[in-house]
């Protein structure tokens, strides 16, 4: 079964910076999205960031600017470049996939905490 591997996150301080990746573990064929999600403590999961197959993109108002996805399409990985970096940043990220026949893919989460 696929799975996705992140990592790159971390404690960082206000105004700092991360970059999160995402790799899966075997080949997908036919990404339709790839993307970023967060979630923090006691809030929903929500779209933070995405990158569709055609190369549109698509990033949450609070994150415009400072957030930049990316990716490498034949590594099929997903990369999250997060400057600027708020406290209200903090939150477990999930790397998300879903390809054209329908299938979502999640990764496990990973921290990122913005703190002084």
């Known amino acids: 079964q696929v799975q996705l591997v992140e990592s790159g996150g971390g404690l960082v301080q206000p105004g700092g910076s991360l970059r999160l990746s995402c790799a899966a573990s075997?080949?997908?064929?036919?990404?339709?999205?790839m993307g970023w999600y967060r979630q923090a403590p006691g809030k929903e999961r929500d779209l933070v960031a995405q990158?569709?197959?055609?190369?549109?993109?698509y990033y949450e108002h609070s994150v415009q600017g400072r957030f930049t996805i990316s990716r490498d399409t034949a590594k099929n990985t997903v990369y999250l470049q997060m400057d600027s970096l708020k406290p209200e940043d903090t939150a477990v990220y999930y790397c998300?996939?879903?390809?054209?026949?329908?299938?979502?893919?999640w990764g496990q989460g990973i921290q990122v905490t913005v703190s002084s």
């Open positions: 998300h996939f879903s390809d054209f026949g329908g299938r979502d893919y």
């Open positions: 075997e080949i997908i064929f036919s990404i339709n999205f």
């Open positions: 990158l569709s197959s055609r190369g549109n993109t």
